[in-house]
C-alpha cells in the first residue's frame, strides 16, 4: 500500500514497472545503502529519461541533498548497475570529469537497484547548446571543444558504444563532463583503442550530424590529432566509415517509426494500423484521428483528385495537412492491398530525410484500413508549413535577389539525395517549399526511394534531373541559371558508373 505526503507518494519498484510510461513526479522510493545496510528514502522531482520497465533517470533528493539518481528495474538490474560503476570508475581512472558515485543498493521493494550519482548543477548538455544555435560556426566550435576529451578516452582504451552530444556536458565556466556511465567501454586496459575502433567510434559521432557537417571532418580530426598521442586518424578511411554508420543509424531508426516506443504510439487491430507521436497523443487528438474524415469534410480543401485528397484542418488548436489516398476502383484496390500504403511510404520517408538533415513538414501520424494482413485507403497526417512552392517563388519580384541561395540549397539537396542513394520520383517545382528562412522543404514523398542497386538509382536520380530542367521550360532564365547546376550533379553520375 503506497503513502502520500507532499514529496508524493510513497512507490516500490513494481510500481514503477506497472505504471509503465505513466510515471508521475513527485515520488519516494527507498533502497538499502550498500556500505551501511541501513534504509534511505529519496524524493524524486523530475525525469530525464524513462525506459519502461528498466530504467528511470531522474533529478532527486536524499537527505536534503540534490542528486541524480538511476533506477534500474527488473531481473537484469544488477548488472546494468556494475556496468554503470564500471564505467564511471573507467573515467575518473583516466582523469576525465564525470558525475561522482554517492551510493548505491538494492530497492527496499521490488527487484531492482538504485545508484546515486552527484548533480551536476548549473550544466548543460553540448547537444541542448548545439539546438539553441542554428549558424555552422557556432556548431562547429562546439565540436572542436569534445574532440580533445574524445581523444583523451581513446589513449585511455575507453570508447563510449553510444556516443552522442548529450552525453557531453559544460558548467558555464566551460568545463567539459562526460556522463552515462553505462555506454563506456574499456576494451584495450592500459593502452589506446586500435585505430578500427577509433575510426568506428568518431564515425558513429559523425553520422549523427547532418551530411554537410562531413565537409568539415578534416579540419575536427585535425584537432583530434593534435591532442592523441597513438597514430593519427586518416580523413578518407573516417568519412567512409561515416557514411557507413549513417545508413546503418537511418535503417535502425526507420524500424522504430511503426512500432511502439518512446517517440511514437501505435494502434494495431485487425480492421485498422494507426501510429502517431507520442506527444501528441491527447485524448482530442486521438478522437481525431479515429475519425478523420468529419475534419476532412469541414476543414479547407487543397486537393481533390482521384489518387489523393488534401485539407488543411484545426485539431487541438494546430493547423495541420490531412491527405487522404483514395481507393480508385475494385481493381486499384487489389493492385494495392498487398504491399505498402503510399501514406505508409511517405510516412518512412518523411522521417528518412528528417534523420538525413532535409527539411519537411513533420509526419504526425499515419492510417491504414485494414483487413488483416490486407490494406485499403490511407491517411497521412503531416504538420502544416505555410510557405509557396517553388513554383510561385519564381514568380516573385525578387527572384534574381533570391536566387543565388536557393541554388546553393538545391545544390546541398541534391548532393544528400546522390550520396545516399534516393530518388523522389516527382520533382515538380510544386513538391518544394520555399521557407522564410530560404530553407527548402520537400513535400509528396510517396514515390521517393532509398536505392539499393547503384545503376537503379542513377538512372531514377537523372530522371529527377529531367524533371527538374522541365519545371523551367517557360521561364528560359531560370532553366539557364539551374542548367549548371543539373550538370555538374549529371556530371558526379557519370563519374560513379
Known amino acids: 500500500m503506497t503513502s502520500t505526503t507532499s514529496l508524493g507518494p510513497m512507490l516500490s519498484i513494481n510500481d514503477l514497472v506497472e505504471a509503465n510510461r505513466d510515471v508521475l513526479c513527485p515520488f519516494r522510493i527507498s533502497f538499502q545503502n550498500k556500505e551501511s545496510t541501513t534504509l534511505v528514502q529519496l524524493s524524486c522531482e523530475h525525469i530525464f529519461r524513462l525506459l519502461p520497465k528498466k530504467r528511470l533517470v531522474c533529478r532527486a533528493k536524499v537527505n536534503g541533498k540534490q542528486v541524480l539518481v538511476k533506477l534500474f528495474m527488473g531481473s537484469n538490474a544488477e548488472k546494468y548497475l556494475h556496468r554503470e560503476l564500471r564505467g564511471v570508475n573507467a573515467l575518473q581512472e583516466a582523469g576525465l570529469q564525470t558525475a561522482d558515485v554517492i551510493t548505491h543498493g538494492a530497492a527496499d521493494q521490488g527487484t531492482g537497484q538504485v ?107 585535425t584537432v583530434y590529432n593534435a591532442r592523441t598521442t597513438r597514430a593519427k586518424v586518416e580523413v578518407e578511411a573516417l568519412l567512409s566509415r561515416v557514411k557507413f554508420r549513417r545508413h546503418w543509424r537511418l535503417q535502425r531508426y526507420l524500424k522504430k517509426i511503426y512500432r511502439d516506443c518512446t517517440e511514437f504510439v501505435v494502434n494495431h487491430k485487425w480492421q485498422r494500423y494507426c501510429v502517431t507521436r507520442r506527444e501528441l497523443a491527447t485524448k482530442e487528438w486521438l478522437e481525431f484521428l479515429a475519425n478523420p474524415e468529419t475534419y476532412i469534410g469541414t476543414g479547407k ?15 487541438a488548436g494546430r493547423q495541420v495537412v490531412v491527405k487522404r489516398y483514395n481507393i480508385k476502383s475494385w481493381q486499384h484496390r487489389l493492385s494495392r492491398c498487398w504491399r505498402p500504403s503510399r501514406a505508409w511510404m511517405s510516412w518512412r520517408n518523411g522521417y528518412m530525410l528528417t ?46 535577389e533570391q536566387l543565388p541561395i536557393i541554388k546553393s540549397q538545391l545544390s546541398k539537396l541534391f548532393s544528400i ?59 528560359p532564365g531560370l532553366c539557364d541559371a539551374f542548367e549548371p547546376l543539373v550538370q555538374h550533379i549529371n556530371a558526379q553520375i557519370e563519374q560513379l558508373k
Open 301 to 315: 480543401r487543397l486537393k481533390s483528385g482521384n489518387t489523393a485528397t488534401v485539407a488543411l484542418v484545426e485539431v
Open 115 to 221: 545508484l546515486v550519482l552527484s548533480y551536476l548543477k548549473g550544466t548543460e548538455s553540448l547537444q541542448a547548446q548545439w539546438d539553441h544555435v542554428s549558424d555552422q560556426q557556432s556548431r562547429l566550435t562546439i565540436l572542436r571543444r569534445i574532440m580533445p576529451l574524445i581523444a583523451g578516452m581513446h589513449d585511455a582504451g575507453l570508447k563510449q558504444n553510444d556516443i552522442h552530444l548529450n552525453n557531453f556536458l559544460a558548467d558555464e565556466q566551460g568545463q567539459l563532463f562526460i556522463v552515462d556511465g553505462d555506454g563506456v567501454e574499456m576494451t584495450r586496459q592500459g593502452s589506446s583503442l586500435l585505430e578500427s575502433e577509433v575510426i568506428d567510434n568518431l564515425a558513429l559521432l559523425f553520422a549523427q550530424l547532418p551530411p554537410e557537417y562531413d565537409d568539415f571532418v578534416s579540419e575536427l580530426i
Open 355 to 400: 534523420m538525413l538533415g532535409i527539411s519537411t513538414p513533420l509526419p504526425l501520424a499515419m492510417i491504414e484500413e485494414r483487413f488483416g494482413c490486407l490494406r485499403g485507403r490511407a491517411y497521412l497526417i503531416l504538420d502544416y508549413v505555410a510557405a509557396p512552392d517553388l513554383m510561385h517563388w519564381s514568380q516573385q519580384k525578387n527572384v534574381q
Open 417 to 475: 539525395w546522390l550520396n545516399n542513394s534516393i530518388s523522389h520520383g516527382d520533382l515538380k517545382g510544386n513538391n518544394l517549399l520555399i521557407s522564410e528562412k530560404m530553407d527548402i522543404q520537400v513535400i509528396d514523398l510517396d514515390a521517393m526511394q532509398m536505392h539499393s542497386n547503384q545503376k537503379q538509382h542513377q538512372h531514377y536520380f537523372q530522371k529527377d534531373m529531367q524533371r527538374f530542367l522541365k519545371n523551367w521550360t517557360d521561364s
